[in-house]
C-alpha cells in the first residue's frame, strides 16, 4: 500500500487507515470461504411448475386480503349518497389488491421454494412494478397506461419465478 495517499491526514492516521482498509480487504476476501464451510449441503431447488403455482397461490390469497384491507382502509363512504362514482371503496380495493398481489405472487413463490430463494430482491422487484406503471399513468396522464396494470401480475409471477431460482 505505499502507492496509496490519505490527504489531508497526519501520518499517524494514514497509517491507522492503511491498516483498516488492508484488515477490512483481508476480511473481505475471507468472508466467500468462511461461507462455504459454514453452508450445509445443499437441497435441490424446486421446480419451475411448483414455483409458479406457488406464486399463484400467494397472488389470489394477496388479491383477497389486499382488497378486503384496501376497502377497509379506503372506507366504504360516498361524499354523494346517490353517485356511486363518489365511494371511495373501489379505489382502496384496487390500491389494496395491487399491493396484496405484489406481495403475495413472490411470498408464495418464496413458500414453495422452501424459503431458499432472495425474498427482500423479489419483493423489491415485484412491489415496484405497479408503482412504477401508475406513476407514468400519472406522468402521461391518459388513462391507456393503466392497461399495463393488467400485465403486471404476470411479470411478477416470472420475475418472483427467475429471481427464486438463481
Known amino acids: 500500500m505505499s502507492?496509496?495517499?490519505?490527504?489531508?491526514?497526519?501520518?499517524?492516521?494514514e497509517r491507522d487507515m492503511k491498516i483498516f482498509a488492508t484488515v477490512f480487504i483481508a476480511l473481505l476476501a475471507a468472508t466467500p470461504c468462511a461461507a462455504q464451510v459454514a453452508?450445509?449441503?445443499?437441497i435441490e431447488n424446486a421446480s419451475a411448475p411448483r414455483l409458479l403455482a406457488g406464486g399463484i397461490i400467494g397472488g389470489a390469497a394477496g388479491l383477497l386480503v389486499g382488497g378486503a384491507i384496501g376497502v377497509m382502509i379506503g372506507g366504504n363512504t360516498c361524499e354523494d349518497p346517490g353517485n356511486p362514482d363518489s365511494c371511495r371503496?373501489?379505489?382502496?380495493?384496487?390500491?389494496?389488491?395491487?399491493?396484496?398481489?405484489?406481495?403475495?405472487?413472490?411470498?408464495g413463490v418464496h413458500i414453495a421454494n422452501r424459503r431458499k430463494g432472495p425474498l427482500?430482491?423479489?419483493?423489491?422487484?415485484?412491489?415496484?412494478?405497479?408503482?412504477?406503471?401508475?406513476?407514468?399513468?400519472?406522468i402521461a396522464d391518459e388513462d391507456r397506461v393503466y392497461v399495463a396494470l393488467l400485465i403486471a401480475p404476470f411479470a411478477q409471477l416470472?420475475?418472483?419465478?427467475?429471481?427464486e431460482k438463481r
Open 3 to 13: 502507492g496509496c495517499s490519505f490527504s489531508g491526514l497526519d501520518p499517524a492516521e
Open 39 to 42: 453452508t450445509p449441503p445443499a
Open 89 to 107: 371503496a373501489p379505489e382502496g380495493f384496487a390500491i389494496g389488491v395491487s399491493l396484496g398481489m405484489s406481495t403475495g405472487i413472490p411470498l
Open 120 to 138: 427482500l430482491t423479489s419483493l423489491a422487484v415485484s412491489v415496484a412494478m405497479p408503482l412504477a406503471v401508475g406513476a407514468i399513468a400519472e
Open 158 to 163: 416470472i420475475t418472483s419465478v427467475v429471481i
